[in-house]
């Protein structure tokens, strides 16, 4: 089975061992357009080739609604979508249309555009096969949580020094 994965950052790096341990076959997708550097495939190659292809990359300009209609029907009928990035980067109507159609086997996302969702987000309807919405809680592991509460140590320290840190205005 290959692995598609756009996004190759310290997630997307971590998520290509996993699919390697299960003896899956790796293809790491360049950016959209740009071409393939070494140990790099062509964007357009990793969307045709992909059984499963994993969202790893961050929203930006570059990268909002990069997964839409015309991505999605070059998927084989077969492949599953997964996103665990953020919502903005997959059009989500394309993807409600796309898995009612049939175009992709299915999908699992923990992201939408809008959280939390209002109830007649798009992809929350119940007509919707093989889609499977969890909550984003990459907070959740141990180290997220000790990350946070260290982060809520050092914020309440500073405070009772009277030094102000991580402001929001």
């Not at 310290?10 to 950016?31: F, K, P």
């Not at 209609?69 to 979508?81: E, G, H, R, Y």
Request: charged share 15%.
């Amino acid at each position: 089975l290959n692995f598609g994965v756009i996004g190759y950052g310290v997630l997307g790096q971590a998520t290509t061992h996993l699919a390697a341990a299960l003896g899956m076959n790796v293809l790491i997708a360049e950016r959209k357009g740009d071409p393939a550097r070494p140990g790099r495939v062509a964007f357009a190659q990793v969307i045709q080739a992909a059984d499963v292809l994993s969202i790893h990359c961050p929203l930006s300009a570059h990268t909002e609604g990069l997964i839409d209609s015309t991505v999605l029907s070059a998927m084989k009928p077969d492949a599953i979508l997964i996103n665990t990035s953020r919502g903005g980067i997959v059009t989500e109507r394309d993807l409600a249309d796309a898995l009612r159609r049939g175009v992709i086997a299915g999908a699992a996302i923990d992201t939408l555009s809008v959280e939390p969702p209002p109830p007649d987000h798009v992809l929350l309807q119940p007509d919707i096969p093989n889609l499977i919405v969890t909550p984003h809680n990459a907070w959740a592991s141990r180290t997220g949580r000790q990350a946070a509460m260290d982060q809520v140590a050092k914020v309440i320290t500073a405070f009772v020094a009277g030094t102000v840190i991580n402001r929001v205005v």
